[in-house]
């Protein structure tokens, strides 16, 4: 059990600057998903806090004791690695108890565990088996028995599941989700798959480029996105975002449409709307009018991919089964509550609403 | 129905292709092993047929009772096993260095090291004489297991290094996070899995020493600390050349190499599907 605490922490390699005056803190037995493109540095941070790579400034602390120059093996974390780095020589038994090995616990009590951790996972049948004999969930398996057989104050995952098949991964994603029902553990999560951040994440954390692009819980990013970044990347599919003029009681598209925003108060200098696919409807006479060039009947949605005169393509998602064929022409209806407005920064605008003006 | 009449054609054909490969390459050993049973007398008037019309152990007889070529073979075994031993012990902690580490000068010892390679040997050799007999160490079995070690060393560094490289990095950060040392982790998790780098590393060695010449002939002169390659010439005399105790001289060298690879085959026949492992 831990809290975990990074301040003003910056990561340099020579001159490249990776990670920038990164600042977080993480609960005790909070559920943490780093996420971001790939590049942006989110194995770095992990493998900082494991004790894997060298902090380069800032603090790193565990229950408020400063860890930055302690050993991996000194901080009690485990990690799951994306390769799973099981020890080829070593059967699934050894490889799970191997930290209870170097660390001379009982044999007895080793076994015990390894037993109970191999019971938890289903591996219970394949326990004398060395890794090269195993499918690659039941690598994924090990490695995770391997991390969850001492009881460490935090459990560390990089891009778990990124090697599994489609079907596999949704399984192990649902036993991660128990595992931590279950311990009640800190974890951190590294991936790069946003449906894996919503769907695990307490918070999310979204990284882009070496610097924190916000901080907060699945809900809060889907609906208030602080900047364009996170806008398109949480979500699917992805927002719309077209360019807008604002002004004194709503903004006006492209195309000349006035949007009306009578919620929103005051006067409104965005600069970009952003519109996710769920939040415009097709109705019979609407906003805009758009002609569908692409149509997917998913059964539960229908997507349409949409050229709209004077503003360019749009995506909409609707529910259900809806009887449009590529060629159609649809009208479209804006939901003015649910859309998002960007300043010429990229970040998101708050404007102040009529309620809490009120 | 063509591809299945062509098959047997094929499997026969790659066998037709691997014969011929194996005859060319072992018919000098079978040659070496037909005369060392060929009585004396027969050498010169049956020297060319495959088969002699009668044989003999005499040969092997008078090799190992009646010659030094025990001693020999005890010096030779124990410069091979030396330079074996120190090479591949040299070669582990260098290689693993270079695999995983940064450090300065790091690409400059690596150039310094292959530059070394490009040398031939006959250019190195008047002044390595020199320096041994400056300090006193001819005819001495070790200055010739100095002067071998220091001659593997770069390649067997980089035989190491290219083995350490095969392992993933991953496993030892693993075991770091299991709460291995730098050194625990090296010792439980890579040393395992570069056994079969080590055997390889210390057969190539050691058959190389073993078979050395030029180094051997130059250091050393006295009888007793003749190595085997050094020794064979012995069996050359002013007037005349004994085949026969050559050959069998011969054969019997061939016997430690031999008992050697047997011995590390199953590490090198690990090592080709371990990589089948990873992870
Ligand atoms: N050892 C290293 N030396 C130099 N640059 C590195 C090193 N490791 C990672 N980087 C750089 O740091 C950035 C972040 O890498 P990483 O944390 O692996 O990204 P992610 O896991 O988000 O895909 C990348 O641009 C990468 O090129
Ligand atoms: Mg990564």
């Known amino acids: 059990m831990a809290r975990i605490e990074l301040k003003d922490v910056v990561k340099r390699y020579g001159s490249v600057e990776v990670l920038r005056d990164i600042d977080l803190d993480i609960e005790d037995g909070e559920f943490i998903v780093l996420v971001g493109p790939s590049g942006c540095g989110k194995s770095t941070l992990l493998r900082m806090i494991a004790g894997l790579e060298p902090i380069t400034s800032g603090d790193f602390l565990i229950d408020g004791e400063r860890m930055n120059d302690v050993r991996p093996r000194d901080r009690d974390i485990a990690m799951v690695f994306q390769s799973y780095a099981l020890y080829p020589h070593m059967d699934v038994a050894r490889n799970m108890g191997f930290s209870m090995e170097i660390r001379k616990d009982p044999s007895n009590e080793r076994m015990s565990r390894v037993k109970q951790a191999a019971e938890t996972l289903g591996l219970t049948s394949l326990t004398e088996r060395l890794p090269k004999a195993l499918s690659g969930g039941q690598r994924q398996r090990v490695a995770m028995g391997r991390a969850i057989i001492r009881d460490p104050r935090a459990f560390l995952f990089d891009e778990p599941l990124s090697n599994l098949d489609a079907s596999l991964r949704v399984e192990m994603r649902l036993e991660i989700a128990r595992l931590h029902q279950k311990l009640g553990a800190t974890m951190i999560y590294v991936t790069h798959d946003q449906v894996e951040a919503l769907t695990l994440a307490d918070r999310i954390v979204v990284l882009n480029g070496g610097d924190i692009q916000q901080v907060g819980s699945p809900l809060d990013l889907y609906e208030r996105p602080a900047n364009k970044f996170v806008a398109q990347f949480i979500g699917s599919p992805t927002m719309n975002i077209i360019p807008v003029q604002g002004n004194s009681n709503g903004v006006k598209l492209a195309d000349g449409t006035l949007l009306e925003l009578p919620h929103l108060f005051g006067t409104i200098d965005a600069v970009e709307l952003g519109m996710r696919p769920e939040h415009i409807d097709v109705v019979e006479v609407g906003d805009l009018v758009g002609v569908a060039d692409v149509v997917e009947h998913l059964g539960s949605d229908t997507n349409l991919y949409l050229q709209v005169e004077g503003l360019g393509p749009l995506m909409v998602r609707e529910h259900g089964n809806i009887p449009v064929q590529p060629g159609d022409r649809v009208g479209l209806r804006i939901q003015s509550e649910n859309i998002h407005l960007f300043g010429p920064d990229g970040n998101a605008l708050r404007c102040p609403t009529k309620e809490a003006a009120a | ?279």
Not at chain 2, 5 to 27: D, E, H, N, V, W
Not at chain 2, 118 to 143: D, E, R
């Open chain 2, 1 to 279: 129905m063509a591809t299945a009449q062509s098959r047997p054609l094929l499997t026969i054909g790659k066998y037709a292709a691997l014969l011929g490969y194996l005859s060319f390459a072992l018919f000098p050993l079978y040659w070496l092993l037909k005369i060392a049973i060929t009585p004396d007398q027969l050498i010169f008037s049956e020297g060319t047929q495959l088969w002699p019309s009668s044989l003999t152990l005499d040969n092997f007889r008078t090799v190992l009772f009646q010659t030094d070529f025990l001693a020999y073979f005890g010096n030779s075994l124990y410069v091979s096993l030396g330079t074996a031993a120190a090479t591949t012990l040299i070669a582990a902690g260098a290689g693993y260095a270079f695999s995983r580490f940064d450090f300065g000068g790091k690409r400059i010892i690596i150039a310094a090291m292959l530059i070394t390679q490009m040398f031939p040997l006959l250019m190195i050799i008047a002044p390595i004489y020199k320096i041994v007999a400056s300090l006193g160490m001819l005819n001495s079995l070790t200055s010739l297991i100095v002067v071998y070690t220091a001659f593997n060393i770069p390649f067997a560094t980089f035989l190491m290094q290219s083995f350490f490289d095969g392992i993933p990095k991953d496993l030892e950060e693993a075991a770091m996070m299991d709460g291995c040392s730098r050194f625990q982790a090296l010792r439980k998790v890579i040393f395992p899995l570069t056994l079969p780098g080590l055997g390889a590393t210390l057969g190539f060695v050691f058959t190389a020493a073993w078979s050395e010449l030029l180094f051997a002939l130059m250091l050393i002169s006295k009888n007793e600390a003749m190595t085997f390659p050094v020794g064979l010439l012995t069996f050359v005399s002013k007037f005349s050349v004994d085949w026969g105790q050559m050959m069998a001289a011969g054969v019997l060298a061939l016997i430690p190499s031999c008992l050697f690879f047997i011995f590390i085959q199953r590490y090198l026949v690990q090592g080709l599907t371990s990589g089948a492992v990873k992870g």
